[in-house]
T-cell receptor, first 113, second 113 residues
Framework: QQQVKQSPQSLIVQKGGISIINCAYE??????FPWYQQFPGKGPALLIA?????SEKKEGRFTISFNKSAKQFSLHIMDSQPGDSATYFC????????????FGQGTILTVHP | DTEVTQTPKHLVMGMTNKKSLKCEQH?????MYWYKQKAKKPPELMFV???????INESVPSRFSPECPNSSLLNLHLHALQPEDSALYLC????????????FGSGTQLSVL
């Protein structure tokens, strides 16, 4: 019930294309869904986050789409750039798990020039 | 200052050594976290401190000993580690444990020989 399932494991996109990463959760008590970006040798950095009362949130080239009834959310990266090449983790927070982020398994994104 | 600073960045230790990892933040955050991350995996929570008191221990072996001397500082003392403990150790902080916005440090890459 505490799992967050993320797909795909890896993604290759051409520069200028759209990158889409999907996550699904089971625990309906989760009330905060962040995406983290991690470069090699660095810690995860918060990229964008959404709460379940909102269906979409956009920050620059990054958009989260949230489907509460399906218990799914996704990250869209528009106009993908080589500098976006990193590992992306979705996560969930809340319910009985305050103090604990539940992470997805991660997606390695490679953007080719 | 929105940084979480971790030292050292790299550490190599033998199985009989004693070493410590250090984490510092000056954002006024009262929740601090230790995570362990293996290559190509998501971070796994180890410990949570809230107001300098240990609030969550995720059944971590006693060879890992956390300490929170004050609200800005978090240590992880290591003793008699095993080669399988080699990983990236990440520190994070948030305003409170019920505040979901975590700031991660860059981590300490630990190798146990």
């Amino acid at each position: 019930q505490q799992q967050v399932k993320q797909s795909p494991q890896s993604l290759i996109v051409q520069k200028g294309g759209i990158s889409i990463i999907n996550c699904a959760y089971e625990n309906t008590a989760f009330d905060y869904f962040p995406w983290y970006q991690q470069f090699p040798g660095k810690g995860p950095a918060l990229l964008i986050a959404i709460r379940p009362d909102v269906s979409e949130k956009k920050e620059g080239r990054f958009t989260i789409s949230f489907n509460k009834s399906a218990k799914q959310f996704s990250l869209h990266i528009m106009d993908s750039q080589p500098g976006d090449s990193a590992t992306y983790f979705c996560a969930a927070w809340g319910g009985t798990s305050y103090g604990k982020l539940t992470f997805g398994q991660g997606t390695i994104l490679t953007v080719h020039p | 200052d929105t940084e979480v600073t971790q030292t050292p960045k790299h550490l190599v230790m033998g199985m009989t050594n004693k070493k410590s990892l250090k984490c510092e933040q000056h954002m006024g955050h009262r929740a601090m976290y230790w995570y362990k991350q293996k290559a190509k995996k998501p971070p796994e929570l180890m410990f949570v401190y809230s107001y300098e008191k240990l609030s969550i221990n995720e059944s971590v072996p006693s060879r890992f000993s956390p300490e929170c001397p004050n609200s800005s500082l978090l240590n992880l003392h290591l003793h008699a580690l095993q080669p399988e403990d080699s990983a990236l150790y990440l520190c994070a902080s948030s305003l409170r444990t019920r505040n979901e916005k975590l700031f991660f440090g860059s981590g300490t890459q630990l190798s146990v020989l």
